[in-house]
């Protein structure tokens, strides 16, 4: 479970968030939606310990990200960029970082499998596309086996296949009882694959509910969004 009370970031004499809270409940997909901007990067970098909130918590099963006993194996992230150095081979980064964090090495098969890139294993990372470096950042947030899993948008540059492979892993993640984050400003996207839905705007939480509590009245979910946060009523 993720649990964010009051969470309130002030950069200078901006507040970028103003007092947020919400939750990302275990068997769930929940989606962190917003426009550029809006504060969702800001959040997930309070809850993953990579920023200090000036007020508030975020917390990762009761406890902030600096206090979890074995992050690995609770959390998996993916913020931005797969973290792996031009020259390493994708099996290479994955055995370095199981090797740091005393994982079995032979997790690095098994993510890669599950990812899909077994076959571009022995290729230089410096030399994958977009889409693969987002597959390599998934393979190394899931070498923990994590029970929660914490993505900034994951769907950005993954090709119509990536998508719906994403989309049905996610689903699978939720389904075998473990909590999934994910953040997007693409609403199309999102509505197949969440339960749940928090839609933040300027700082400020406006909504939070379940899908069909946030859809609510509007035709779709990008309806509901940019009503939300462009204040435009648009078709009810
Ligand atoms: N390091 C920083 N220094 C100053 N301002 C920042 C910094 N990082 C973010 N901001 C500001 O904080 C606000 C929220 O940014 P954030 O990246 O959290 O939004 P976002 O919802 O993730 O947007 P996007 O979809 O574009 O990634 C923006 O106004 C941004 O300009």
Redesign the pocket.
């Known amino acids: 479970m993720l649990t964010i009370e009051n969470l309130v ?1 002030r ?2 004499s ?1 507040e ?2 103003a007092g947020i809270s919400f939750r990302a409940r275990p068997g769930r997909v929940t989606g962190f939606l ?12 309070v809850l993953l310990g990579l920023d200090r909130a000036t007020s508030g918590t975020a917390l990762i099963d009761g406890v902030p990200f600096a206090r979890l006993r074995d992050p690995l194996t609770t959390v998996g992230a993916v913020l931005d960029g797969s973290g792996a150095h031009r020259a390493r081979t994708g099996r290479a980064h994955l055995r370095w970082v199981a090797r740091s964090a005393g994982l079995p090495r032979a997790r690095v098969g098994e993510v890669l499998e599950t990812v899909g890139l077994t076959h571009a294993a022995s290729k230089r990372t410096g030399g994958y596309s977009l889409g693969m470096g987002r597959r390599l950042a998934l393979a190394t947030a899931l070498l923990g086996d994590p029970r929660i899993l914490v993505l ?2 994951p769907v950005n540059g993954l090709d119509p296949e990536g998508i719906r492979w994403i989309r049905t892993f996610l689903r699978e993640r939720a389904a075998s009882g473990r909590t999934v984050l994910l ?1 997007s ?1 693409l609403m199309g996207e999102l509505a197949e694959t969440v339960d749940d839905v928090v839609v ?1 705007d300027k ?1 400020v939480i406006v909504a939070d509910g379940t899908l069909a509590e946030v859809t609510g009245a509007y035709r779709t979910l990008e309806d509901a969004f940019f009503a939300l946060t462009t204040g435009d009523g648009g078709p009810r």
């Open positions: 970031k950069r200078g901006q970028i968030l917003g426009p550029n901007g809006a504060g969702k990067s800001s959040t997930l970098r900034d948008e953040s400003h933040i700082g």
